[in-house]
């Protein structure tokens, strides 16, 4: 496997159901992201983990919850999802999270629905 | 907080024809302008990327200018082919703070016509 993959490329899910979004980059990357793409809507940065550290939350609800065991995977766990919540989910990485700005490479995206 | 918009949302050219994509931001601090591709069923893919210390870069068929005074960069496809269709994004980085930051538009559709 080369670059940022994700499983599974497509969850439907249940509004009471617990699932969770893995992304696992093979770049050597230290910064991993989440982002959410929905219909007609700018990609919304979610989360953000710099050396395994949680360096953003952008607000996002608690149903979603980062977890970044080392620097190579991230997983987004999703707890009582609304269906407001269904959208394409983007992991990316980058080599740093630091003073100078480095470049971001995509997974494919897992497309979510929430029934 | 850094803002940007671009235009237009959907552009259809013959192929062999330019296509010009063009985005606009809000922060004067911003310093690093990368476009992204994204094909139907993946994920977006960095096609070029341009900083702020630069006015102008090409690869190929592929180009992106940067106006830092009127704060608006474009994306400059020549000599268009059919694989071009895709949505493109430009994206903007806050340069105050939050260096890791993308602030994307809201992408274009681009169509070549055969």
């Known amino acids: 496997e080369t670059g940022v993959t994700q499983t599974p490329r497509h969850l439907v899910m249940g509004m009471t159901n617990k699932k969770s979004l893995k992304c696992e980059q093979h770049?050597?990357?230290?910064?991993m992201y989440w982002y959410k793409q929905s219909a007609k809507k700018p990609l919304e940065l979610m989360f953000v983990y710099s050396l395994e550290e949680r360096v953003e939350n952008n607000s996002v609800p608690s149903r979603f919850s980062p977890e970044c065991p080392n620097s190579s995977h991230l997983f987004l766990h999703l707890h009582t999802l609304q269906p407001e919540d269904s959208a394409l989910y983007l992991c990316?990485?980058?080599?740093?999270?630091?003073?100078?700005?480095?470049?971001?490479?995509f997974g494919p995206g897992t497309r979510l629905t929430v029934t | 907080g850094e803002n940007v918009e671009q235009h237009p949302s959907t552009l259809s050219v013959q192929e062999g024809d330019s296509a010009v994509i063009k985005c606009t931001y809000s922060d004067s601090a911003s310093n690093y302008f990368p476009w992204y591709k994204q094909e139907l069923g993946k994920g977006p893919q960095l096609i070029i990327d341009?900083?702020?210390?630069?006015g102008e870069k090409k690869d190929q068929r592929i180009a992106v200018t940067l106006n830092k005074t009127a704060k608006h960069f474009s994306l400059h496809i020549t000599e268009t082919q059919p694989e071009d269709s895709a949505v493109y994004f430009c994206a903007a980085t806050p340069g105050r703070d939050s260096s890791y930051k993308l602030i994307f538009g809201s992408g274009t559709r681009l169509l070549v016509r055969p």
């Open positions: 770049l050597g990357h230290n910064a």
């Open positions: 990316a990485s980058s080599q740093g999270a630091g003073v100078v700005v480095s470049e971001q490479y």
């Open positions: 341009i900083r702020s210390n630069v």
